[in-house]
């Protein structure tokens, strides 16, 4: 019987997730699966995709995002 895609997508990203752990720390790797997260949604938001309301990707909201991404930074430190 075949898995959902949403299932095997799962699988692949717990998997990349326990090899790079150990190349770039848990805290790098958590830091960089969150601001992927942020930057997907802005852009979700940001285009409508998915039948979602369009939310301009405004200077305030890509500063926070810049900040994220300069977090992640701070944590490889």
């Excluded at 997508?9 to 601001?35: D, E, F, K, P």
């Amino acid at each position: 019987m075949r898995r959902p895609r949403s299932k095997q997508q799962s699988r692949y990203l717990t998997l990349a997730a326990r090899v790079m752990v150990h190349r770039l720390g848990a805290a790098t790797v958590m830091s960089l699966i969150v601001v992927g997260q942020t930057l997907c949604s802005l852009a979700l938001d940001h285009f409508g995709i998915l039948g979602l309301p369009q939310y301009a990707a405004n200077p305030a909201r890509l500063l926070g995002a810049g900040l994220l991404v300069l977090g992640v930074m701070l944590v490889r430190l």
